[in-house]
């Protein structure tokens, strides 16, 4: 198993290499698209030096994983925690060089890609543009992005905001909002309530080893992490979700009844603002009686109760715009942001979304088993945001939030394996704001910028983010594929 996992290791690795390339094909058959892939990156410098370097990690990698495997099973928490903080902080100072090198260009490009008309969309678009429709009662302009009851948590604060900024569709007004200190100023305290919670309450894991200074040092990076502050920057209400999806972790198990039922409305009301958050209500089936199984109804009740409830007030129609786009295929060839596996098929130039359907339905279905059969409730944790990151209609740079989840109970674990640190590389991946060394090379910015005919300018965490996801894929099924073959051995004959 460990050989196996070792060549695929290697397999993952070309295919992270080959991921900072672009396929220039716009033909929709495979064969076309991979060989103009193929070509391209042989013309591309910035692809082939990464590409030399996780080849050649490869190799030794198989030549010493006997030695390898041996040591860092004997690794503890501190050589993951120091191996993260280096690779974080080389990245994050090789980001802030490169962004100060370009006045600041491949920061913007990071942290919000997305241009119409020419001009990217301001900051906290996500806030203000919903804050603004919610409070004219527009639901209809924000359904596709946002449930309904996100969209009554808007219109709520809307009413404690300048009803002429509310209530104008000017374009002029819309940029005023930024000015407005009653507005800012409340989306500053909403973020820095949401950081405080979610730092609070990801202390509380990390504590079981005792809380250090490591510990301070880690919880300070994952706050200035790249999925946190992609968040910020858009005003995204993933923020709330992920600090009610902690709540629920943390009390779903305690002692006091009240704490365990606030638990369960924590979750429901999780899932009711992103409902694929409810699938992290599957932990509570882990004992398999009566009890767990009616908790995991209450906490479903509750998200239906609060999805479907105000619909009567936000509209039925938009909460079946939203559920229709919730369940929303690629159709425009590659998306910027999207670690979908469907996304990938899109990367090669697959344009039908049957093939795309039925990859990523498999992957999902193989992935929800996983959560049941993994021994380790960090690794269900793993599965069950792989299987969020995966679902084509709701993948997205602000999402990778979640994956904080189950970094931070990996981090707290006293005893760790070798493939924990395959997991580690994966998720400090996603962590990690990379520094977009290939912004330098003109040819490569000229592909990138009009790959597929879209708009996307893509950044290195874009494309990284969709080999470290499926890498995820890989090790939840080997882990898996061994706690089947251990549980075989250890029942009776």
């Known amino acids: 198993m460990k050989k196996k996992l070792m060549v695929l290791s290697a397999v993952a690795a070309l295919l992270l290499s080959f ?55 004997r690794s503890t928490v501190s050589h993951m925690l120091y191996a993260f903080c280096i690779f974080f902080g080389i990245n994050g100072i090789l980001c802030m060089a490169f962004a100060l090198a370009t006045d600041g260009v491949t920061w913007s490009d990071m942290m919000h890609q997305e241009i119409i008309s020419g001009y990217p969309f301001p900051q906290f678009s996500d806030y203000l543009g919903t ?109 709330l979700s992920f600090a009610l999806v902690m709540f629920f972790l943390l009390f779903r198990d305690h002692e006091k009844l009240v704490l365990r039922e606030l638990s369960l409305v924590a979750v429901g009301m999780s899932a009711a603002i992103t409902p694929y958050t409810l699938l992290f209500a599957l932990l509570l089936l882990k004992r398999q009686n009566k009890k767990s199984v009616l908790a995991f109804v209450r906490s479903a009740v509750c998200f239906v109760v609060l999805f479907i409830a105000p619909a009567f007030f936000t509209g039925f129609g938009n909460m079946l715009k939203y559920v229709e786009n919730f369940f929303s295929m690629p159709t425009l060839g590659f998306v910027a942001g999207n670690a979908s596996i469907a996304n990938l098929l899109a990367f090669f130039g697959v344009e039908s979304p049957v093939p795309m359907l039925i990859l990523m339905f498999l992957m999902e279905i193989i992935a929800l088993v996983c959560v049941f059969v993994l021994p380790e409730t960090w690794q269900k944790m793993t599965a ?18 979640f994956i904080l989840i189950p970094f931070i109970f990996l ?83």
């Open 131 to 239: 804050l603004r429709n919610a409070g004219a009662k527009f639901f209809f302009k924000s359904a596709e992005s946002f449930s309904p009851f996100s969209l009554l948590l808007f219109f709520l604060v809307a009413q404690f905001m300048p009803s002429d900024l509310m209530l104008s569709e000017s374009a002029v007004l819309y940029m005023q909002m930024t000015k407005n200190q009653t507005i800012m100023l409340t989306y500053l305290f909403l973020t820095l309530f949401l950081i405080v919670l979610s730092y609070r309450m990801s202390r509380v894991v990390l504590r079981r080893n005792g809380l250090t200074t490591r510990n301070e040092v880690l919880l300070f990076l994952l706050v200035v992490s790249f999925p946190v502050i992609y968040c910020i920057e858009l005003g995204n209400i993933a923020a």
């Open 19 to 73: 991921s900072t390339t672009v396929s220039a094909a716009s033909d929709s058959k495979i064969p076309t698209a991979v060989s103009s892939s193929i070509n391209t990156f042989l013309h591309c410098k910035s692809a082939m030096i990464p590409a030399v370097i996780f080849l050649f990690i490869a190799v030794l990698l198989l030549i010493f994983r006997k030695k390898l495997t041996a040591k860092l099973n």
């Open 384 to 401: 069950i945001v792989y299987i969020i990151l995966n679902f084509a209609g709701v993948s997205a740079n602000e999402l990778y939030l």
């Open 411 to 493: 981090m707290a674990e006293k005893q760790h394996k070798a493939i924990d640190w395959a997991y580690l590389l994966s998720f400090s991946l996603l962590i990690t704001p990379i520094g977009e060394w290939y912004y330098f090379e003109k040819h490569t910015v000229e592909i990138i910028f009009h790959m597929f005919g879209t708009e996307y300018i893509t950044t290195a965490n874009d494309l990284f983010s969709i080999a470290a996801v499926q890498l995820l894929f890989v090790l939840i099924v080997c882990q898996t594929v061994s706690a089947l073959k251990q549980k075989k051995t250890q029942s009776p004959a």
